[in-house]
């Protein structure tokens, strides 16, 4: 029997655990080995037909790349105590909590303190905070705000989530620049933008609350999709009631959200990735609605109303019903955005489409020939910085210019005062 | 997900929180079996997926590479990293439910730790505490999992693994190989094993074992070893098989006892303090 189920000892590949000098084993190099018990004879299999528990030498072979080494995964290790950093300024408060900045006393670095509302929790550790720490954790890109770790105060309601300091959010620049950005920095912020999408999506994570004040920028030209709060894992059978309606902010709404839609997918990202790409555009959001209905007649009006070949599904959705379609009408992309390429116009279009299931994906994004054209997209470091609020520095007013003076004498007292020696 | 899941470092695995506190290698092994047992009996009572139950069994055993029994419950422990994974895996249980199956599981655990008498379950008292302290531990036993593990609660699953590499050996066809290995990846959730080696071991260990145990030839002599094509390393497979076999040995009534009247941490300290005298390990 054991000859038709193979020799009893055949040779021993080298065991991730054992000491090797040509690989990088980490602080456990030098560690050995803990022998295991050997397995009790069962009724289940025979000991004959049981592999030998002392193998051969080791047949040396290279490395899969399908199966990282097993030094690479993170170690089981507990939190860290929030008083390793060093509390230096409040950022921001939201409906989710407090950011401040703050210093890493070891290291020195500087970095986003999140601190998570769990106050009065009555069902324990709230599911929207695991959803975040899961989506960032799960989600690491150049493109993603980075998380180090996530640290725990004094009591069981205290976590805060340490994450990259960056200097400014898109919706604060585009409030106080003086001109909008150029066509090259605006391929290079939607590449960005799309990437990081396209990663989140690829790793089964929607987002749901895409806008500019979510995404990030250092003073290098690196933007960072930021705010997890409504993220979640998508893929899986939904649960009893699909998903909720009450997500991404009213102006980045897609349509099939506001028409009711209870199961969604990638599609609503990026519907909300279109609405930030108009905004670069005109330094102005573009559907800035203050109720859904309002939001509904705008979108009508850009896009013109949705007709049985450019969203199948409309009627189908639970407040179609509800609305009086206005007669059909041509798209006003082109009168809305006069300066921009066919290309430009093109993709916009695809990012805002009606039907979700022809509404492009951040994969078939990335490939679009509005990158590959005319002027190319600017290499981030040739991005303009600009001072940081969040890091407490003073913005110089960038639209008033400093008034002339008016009387000669004032001048002539100035420099009096500054150069006493003067005759 | 993400591909990089934790995995416990080799002096956690030599020497464990409760080890150090002077627990026995094999009791702290079958206590961790049991917490897992309570998972599986709590998650089919509570009708969840069973991509949570794995998960939560997963978290389960992580956390005691970082704490010792001696500082938390086994079943408060269990009943945490189900509520936990519940919403990992968005299919969230309702408190009220987990704490009366938990009450459940609990009564009949120390019920079987002292007679073979039937068990008889006991409603809780409406005017009591004990809703109220159960709702607390397993409140407590969530955030403690999440701090001690940093709240690195990415869990990979086999199963997709094991689906691809039966069809990678040609056993697809073959019904038995197939529910046999799924069979061994869950039972080998009661084992550390999600903890110390990587999936691929893992799954191969529970290929081997059913292949052997169905006589199933496979290539495995050198240089044409099976296992090398899904990158495991022969040693590692040898002791996940040594884990999961390790479930299936012979326990006396006696040790069934003992093992089922220590799922609080008074019990498992009362025990160690019992022990503490023969035990040169005890700190």
Redesign the interface.
């Given at each position: 029997m054991a000859d038709q189920v193979g020799p009893s000892t055949p040779s021993r590949k080298r065991s991730k655990w054992d000491e090797d000098e040509d690989e990088d084993l980490g602080p456990h190099a030098h560690i050995s080995v803990p022998k295991r018990r050997k397995a009790k004879e069962t009724k289940l299999i025979p000991t004959n037909a049981l592999p030998s528990p002392r193998p051969n030498p080791p047949s040396r072979l290279g490395h899969s790349v399908y199966v990282p080494q097993r030094t690479r995964h993170p170690p089981i290790i507990p939190s860290r105590s929030v008083y390793c950093y060093e509390r230096l300024n409040q950022i921001e408060e939201g409906s989710y909590g407090v950011v401040f900045r703050a210093r890493d006393k070891q290291t020195g670095d500087i970095v986003a303190l999140k601190k998570l509302k769990l106050d009065e929790e009555k069902n324990g550790f709230p599911i929207t905070a695991l959803r975040e720490v899961y989506a960032l954790m799960s989600c690491r890109h150049e493109n993603v705000v980075g998380v180090r770790e996530v640290v725990v105060g004094d009591t069981l309601t205290q976590v805060f989530v340490v994450m990259d300091f960056i200097e400014h959010d898109l919706k604060s620049l585009l409030t106080v620049m003086p001109s909008p950005f150029l066509q090259s920095e605006i391929k290079t912020l939607m590449l960005q933008l799309l990437s990081a999408v396209n990663h989140c999506h690829a790793n089964w994570i929607l987002h749901r609350d895409l806008k500019t004040s979510n995404l990030l920028m250092n003073n290098r030209g690196t933007i960072k999709v930021a705010d997890f709060g409504l993220a979640r894992r998508y893929g899986d059978p939904i649960g009893v009631g699909g998903m909720t309606q009450l997500v991404v902010t009213l102006w980045y709404r897609a349509p099939d959200i506001l028409m009711g839609a209870t199961e969604y997918s990638t599609a609503v990202d990026m519907w909300s990735v279109g609405c930030i790409f108009a905004e670069l555009l005109l330094k102005e959001p573009l559907f800035p609605a203050k109720g859904e209905l309002e939001l509904i007649s705008m979108i009508f009006k850009l896009l013109g109303p949705p007709t049985k070949s450019t969203w199948p599904e409309f009627t189908s959705l639970p407040l179609a019903k509800t609305l009086t379609i206005p007669a059909p009408q041509a798209p006003l992309f082109r009168q809305k955005f006069p300066y921009m390429t066919t290309a430009g116009i093109d993709l916009l279009m695809s990012l805002l489409t009606y039907d979700p299931e022809q509404r492009t994906t951040a994969a078939e994004a990335l490939k679009h020939p509005y990158f590959t054209e005319s002027p190319l997209p600017k290499h981030p470091d040739l991005f303009g910085s600009f001072p940081s609020a969040a890091a407490g520095e003073k913005r110089r007013k960038p639209f008033d210019s400093p008034s002339a003076p008016t009387r000669a004498a004032d001048y002539k007292f100035i420099t009096d005062f500054d150069l006493p020696n003067s005759p | 997900?993400?591909?990089?899941?934790?995995?416990?470092?080799?002096?956690?695995?030599?020497n464990t929180p409760s080890k150090q506190h002077g627990m026995p290698e094999d009791l702290e092994e079958d206590l961790r079996a049991y917490g897992c047992k309570l998972i599986v009996q709590a998650g089919r009572l509570l009708h969840q997926k069973q991509?949570a139950v794995a998960a939560a069994q997963i978290l389960f055993q992580?956390f005691w590479?970082?704490t010792s029994m001696k500082q938390f419950g086994v079943g408060d422990i269990a009943m945490g990293a189900l509520?936990?994974a519940s919403?990992?895996?968005?299919?969230?249980i309702r408190?009220r439910d987990l704490i009366n199956v938990y009450d459940a599981l609990l009564q009949r655990s120390i019920h079987y730790s002292k007679a073979d008498t039937e068990f008889k379950y006991h409603a809780m008292s409406y005017f009591g505490s004990t809703f109220y302290d159960i709702k607390d531990a397993?409140?407590?036993a969530?955030?403690q999992i999440?701090?001690?593990?940093?709240?690195?609660?990415?869990v990979v699953l086999p199963y997709g693994t094991l689906v691809n590499y039966l069809r990678v050996l040609g056993l697809t066809n073959h019904e038995d190989a197939c529910s046999k290995a799924w069979g061994y990846l869950n039972d080998a959730l009661q084992t550390p094993v999600y903890?110390l080696?990587?999936i691929?071991?893992i799954v191969s260990a529970a290929i081997?074992?059913a292949?052997?145990?169905l006589?199933?030839?496979?290539?495995?002599?050198?240089?044409n070893?099976w296992?090398?094509l899904?990158?495991?390393?022969?040693?590692?497979?040898?002791?996940v098989?040594?884990?999961?076999?390790?479930l299936?040995?012979e326990r006396d009534v006696s040790e069934r006892r003992r093992v089922m009247g220590m799922l609080t941490k008074k019990e498992v300290r009362r025990w160690l303090e019992e022990h503490a005298a023969g035990n040169p390990t005890s700190h």
């Open positions: - | 997900m993400s591909a990089l899941y934790p995995l416990a470092s080799l002096s956690q695995i030599e991509v992580r590479f970082v509520y936990l919403k990992l895996e968005e299919c969230p408190m397993v409140v407590v969530e955030m999440l701090k001690r593990l940093g709240f690195h609660v990415q903890a080696y990587q691929p071991t081997l074992l292949t052997r145990n006589q199933i030839p496979l290539p495995s002599t050198p240089p070893c296992w090398e899904f990158d495991a390393a022969w040693e590692d497979i040898w002791s098989c040594g884990y999961i076999m390790r299936y040995r």
